[in-house]
């Protein structure tokens, strides 16, 4: 590229800046004294941030007066634009923007990652409910209680409240009582009807126990074991004593440190460098079980993202504990979470830049309104001790976790700028990597991924059957796949790459440019990487006709390809596996006489798999319409398959 051109690109983008910071400066003005929310965007338009206010006026002018650390400062360059929203009050603000991060996952928002499912207990919402251990949490009006600390001490609990409670056990009901049901364990609504007050008589006696109030259940069990053995009961009060060993035992192991049994979510969070860390502190029946630590880098203001962090995981999670308790937010020290102990209640004054946002007592109220949870910021006593343990351990995680990260997070970004520059790329974020995958000619299948920042970005990788290639024919595939996946960008208005990434030579890239550009109208670069013999990266090709760009070995770059390629290849694989395992399913199936391809359906959406369908007694087939003789052929079938 010549110079004449770089330095007319160059005018070109400060002429663009001008007339958006222009536009911003009327916008400005127009700004309402109201909370609500307001989305940043970048010159494509893309939303690249999402914040809350309690002042709009004041936090959205924040971001173009005064100074601003490094990382800050990335994001305010990329601004052109911006919109606000405007809202009732602070909660609606939180919740809104938590609504808006979800949608968007603006790139340089606190984005919550699951990383660590605990285990909790789950009180279905069915209308026979029963009990069991998950560590899935969904939005399906269950009742869940937890976290436990680990599967065993969920799976003690649950074990004790089946002998005590007798819901029923069955995933599928079934035609007749079972053992359950001989044990006292299961009221057998297979053949009997049970009322619906029996169960909510039972819920509510579960979830007062799950709540800590095994005292008051252990006196209602005494209660019953004294009249049994009056009676004469002696198996029945025998039973009653076992319980109540048994709870005393599960209680035995949680030595309760707080002076009540409540459950609480205690929260914390350091800041250094640009990076938060939140703590939380499990507490169960006055006993902490449990933390959590998460860490990343953030953009906006300490605690304003902080609750978002904490409004996000509620977001998320319906197992609510009984309180929960948040830290102070120490006047004049807005980007430092302090450690000393101050008293007194919390300032509301301006930031620096004369940013407005959410103080911890309006915080703590907005959560409070929007969960229907005692929330609290506690400002001394055993409750302050232990926000300021949050804080410690969030410290202490920071401290430890920082020096890998920051190198992390430099070498990745840094590696990605780098490999743009090599490109003579002016900007590379996003890439997009494509490989086909057809071992032995079967299930072709094609996989992409995403790097952002020179990150995987796994949400968003995709997965293709190949429908119009016949064979194993590389080229056509790699036509196929680029033009439904750009066909849909442009339909749905997703985000471009600023490179694709071909695993292959000039062949592919040919034809992902013939139909990125004459089918589509799209011009994106895109590069090839050519394996050499002994299939390690060699090397990288760009332009038209394709040039090998010189990357040194050992270069971060360079290091940064292998990943993506490994990373795609990886996909690929993984998903014409189980391609080829459905379709030997199919297969294995579809060789019984007697099953056709509805079936062939049914039976696997009722067992969930082949391997279960094994298992199976003939019974466990009468549910889907299915003869005692058929039930019996197909499970000939598939055993006699297995042992060939």
């Known amino acids: 590229m010549s110079n004449s051109h770089h330095s007319d690109t160059y005018a070109k983008e400060m002429r663009e800046k001008?007339?958006?910071?222009?536009?911003?400066?009327?916008?400005?003005?127009?700004?309402?004294?109201?909370?609500?929310?307001?989305l940043m965007k970048n010159k494509n338009g893309t939303i690249i941030y999402v914040g809350k206010a309690k002042i709009l006026k004041n936090r959205v002018r924040s971001y173009f007066t005064g100074s601003h650390d490094g990382k800050t400062q990335r994001l305010v360059s990329e601004i052109r634009d911006f919109e606000y929203i405007v809202t009732g009050s602070n909660m609606e603000a939180l919740i809104l923007e938590c609504n808006l991060i979800k949608k968007h996952s603006p790139r340089y928002n606190v984005l919550l990652?699951?990383?660590k499912s605990y285990p909790?207990?789950?009180?279905?919402?069915?209308?026979?409910?029963?009990?069991?251990?998950t560590r899935k949490i969904l939005k399906d009006k269950a009742k869940y209680f937890g976290p436990y600390p680990n599967a065993y001490a969920a799976q003690q609990t649950k074990k004790l409240l089946d002998r005590m409670y007798p819901l029923r056990k069955c995933n599928v009901m079934p035609k007749e009582v079972c053992l359950y049901y001989h044990m006292g364990q299961c009221l057998a609504p297979c053949v009997k009807e049970v009322p619906q007050e029996t169960y909510d008589e039972m819920i509510q006696e579960i979830v007062s126990f799950l709540n800590g109030g095994h005292e008051e259940i252990k006196q209602e069990l005494q209660r019953k074991m004294e009249e049994a053995a009056e009676e004469l009961y002696f198996e029945r009060a025998k039973e009653l004593r076992?319980?109540?060993?048994?709870?005393?035992?599960?209680?035995?192991?949680?030595k309760i440190t707080m002076n009540d049994a409540r459950n609480r979510d205690v929260f914390g969070f350091a800041v250094d460098k640009g990076w938060m860390c939140v703590q939380i502190l499990y507490v169960r029946q006055g006993k902490m079980i449990e933390r959590h630590a998460s860490v990343f880098p953030f953009y906006g203001e300490a605690y304003g993202d902080f609750l978002s962090y904490v409004t996000q995981y509620y977001s998320d999670n319906p197992?609510?504990?009984?309180?929960?308790?948040?830290?102070?937010?120490?006047?004049?020290?807005?980007?430092?979470q302090a450690g000393?102990?101050?008293?007194?209640?919390?300032?509301?004054?301006?930031?620096?830049?004369?940013g407005e946002l959410l103080d911890a007592e309006s915080g703590a109220a907005a959560l409070q309104n929007w969960l229907n949870v005692k929330t609290l910021v506690p400002k001394r006593g055993l409750k302050r001790q232990m926000t300021q343990m949050a804080f410690d351990n969030a410290r202490v995680a920071l401290d430890e976790k920082f020096r890998l990260i920051e190198r992390d997070e430099e070498r990745t970004s840094r590696a990605a700028e780098n490999l743009g520059v090599a490109l003579g790329l002016n900007e590379l974020s996003r890439i997009e990597a494509f490989d086909n995958s057809n071992i032995q000619g079967t299930n072709p299948v094609s996989a992409m991924v995403v790097f952002i920042d020179g990150k995987p970005a796994k949400k968003e990788y995709r997965k293709y059957k190949v429908r119009t290639v016949q064979g194993p024919d590389d080229v056509e595939t790699m036509r196929e796949v680029v033009r439904r996946r750009y066909e849909r960008v442009l339909k749905e208005n997703l985000p471009l790459p600023?490179?694709?990434?071909?695993?292959?030579?000039?062949?592919?890239?040919?034809a992902a440019k013939d139909v990125l550009e004459n089918e589509l109208g799209l011009f994106i670069p895109v590069c090839g990487l050519v394996k050499d013999t002994k299939h390690k990266t060699a090397q990288l090709m760009i332009g038209d006709p394709p040039e090998p760009v010189n990357l040194a070995r050992d270069s971060q770059e360079f290091y940064l390809l292998q990943r993506i390629q490994d990373e795609v290849h990886r996909f690929a694989i993984s998903f014409h596996r189980e391609q080829r395992a459905k379709s030997m399913v199919v297969s294995q199936l579809d060789a019984i006489p007697g099953v056709g391809e509805k079936r062939r359906k049914q039976l696997l959406k009722h067992f969930g798999s082949l391997k279960k369908i094994k298992e199976a007694s003939i019974e466990d087939f009468r549910p889907l319409s299915?003869?005692?003789?058929?039930?019996?052929?197909?499970?000939d079938s598939l055993r006699d398959e297995e042992s060939e």
């Not at 958006?20 to 307001?38: F, N, Q």
């Not at 909790?120 to 251990?133: A, D, G, S």
């Not at 009984?322 to 020290?333: R, V």
């Open 18 to 38: 001008e007339q958006a910071m222009e536009a911003i400066r009327h916008k400005l003005a127009l700004l309402p004294d109201l909370p609500g929310c307001y």
């Open 113 to 115: 990652k699951d990383d």
């Open 120 to 133: 909790y207990i789950k009180i279905t919402n069915e209308r026979h409910p029963r009990l069991e251990v």
């Open 242 to 254: 076992d319980q109540i060993r048994s709870i005393d035992a599960l209680m035995e192991k949680q």
């Open 319 to 336: 197992a609510l504990p009984q309180e929960i308790l948040l830290p102070d937010m120490k006047p004049g020290q807005r980007e430092e």
């Open 340 to 354: 000393e102990d101050v008293e007194g209640p919390v300032s509301e004054a301006s930031d620096d830049e004369g």
């Open 498 to 510: 600023d490179l694709i990434v071909m695993d292959g030579g000039k062949g592919q890239m040919a």
């Open 626 to 635: 299915i003869g005692d003789k058929l039930a019996q052929t197909i499970m």
